[in-house]
């Protein structure tokens, strides 16, 4: 049962334009969520985090937006740079819970 | 680099075998947690330890098992293995115990041959 789903595998994007990941969630006691990047050969890396209590959170050119009612969050990222191809995974928990983590969204920035 | 050691990096093997892969956390961490991601698939959770006790368990098989050392180190065991446990293996560290940022290591890759 995937509790936080990417339904896009991949996105293109030109350089400049902003970037925006999608992910949804059914557990409706997550209150924490987390971008993670990864880029072949890695682990992935901390990007970006948002508690349930705010709907927005920015850091720098990359913002993750919360929707509860809709069990939505975004990551946008503007503008979008080659270095930010990778793919992205959002992840979820509830307090003291472990993470759920989505499928992956392979972003690819073109020149 | 996230402070996060694996190894082996790559691992083959045939069904039926057993294997251990190991973890070295952050230092000053004291969480470490084990995901399986399979081709295609998200990252699953297997098991997170807390300074040395069992905290959480997730998708862990019966074959599997972990354990975290008193110098914090993890090792994760499969045994019985099967075709369908190849994957990349991920161990993440945390300061504390529930939710926070965790940091990967590189992966372990295993392939059962």
């Known amino acids: 049962d995937q509790q936080v789903k990417q339904n896009s595998p991949s996105l293109s994007v030109q350089e400049g334009r902003i970037s925006i990941l999608n992910c949804d969630y059914t557990?409706?006691?997550?209150?924490?969520f987390l971008w993670y990047k990864k880029y072949p050969a890695e682990g992935p890396t901390f990007l970006i985090s948002?508690?349930?209590?705010?709907d927005k959170n920015e850091d720098g050119r990359f913002t993750v937006f919360l929707n509860k009612s809709a069990k939505h969050l975004s990551l946008h990222i503007v503008p979008s740079q080659p270095g930010d191809s990778a793919v992205y995974f959002c992840?979820?928990?509830?307090?003291?819970?472990?993470?759920?983590f989505g499928t992956g969204t392979s972003l690819t920035v073109i020149p | 680099d996230s402070g996060v050691t694996q190894t082996p990096k790559h691992l083959i093997t045939a069904t039926g075998q057993r294997v251990t892969l190991r973890c070295s956390p952050r230092?000053?961490?004291?969480?470490v947690y084990w995901y399986q991601q399979s081709l295609d698939q998200g990252l699953q959770f297997l098991i997170q330890?807390?300074?040395?006790?069992?905290?959480a368990k997730g998708n862990i098989l019966e074959r599997f098992s972990a354990q975290q050392f008193p110098d914090l180190h993890s090792e994760l065991n499969l045994s019985s293995l099967e075709l369908g446990d190849s994957a990349l293996y991920f161990c993440?560290?945390?300061?504390?115990?529930?939710?926070?940022?965790?940091?990967f290591g590189p992966g372990t890759r295993l392939t059962v041959l």
């Open positions: 993440a560290s945390s300061v504390g115990g529930t939710v926070g940022e965790q940091f």
């Open positions: 992840a979820a928990s509830a307090v003291g819970n472990q993470f759920y």
């Open positions: 230092s000053g961490d004291l969480s």
């Open positions: 557990n409706s006691m997550f209150d924490y």
């Open positions: 330890y807390y300074n040395g006790e069992e905290r």
């Open positions: 948002i508690s349930s209590i705010k």
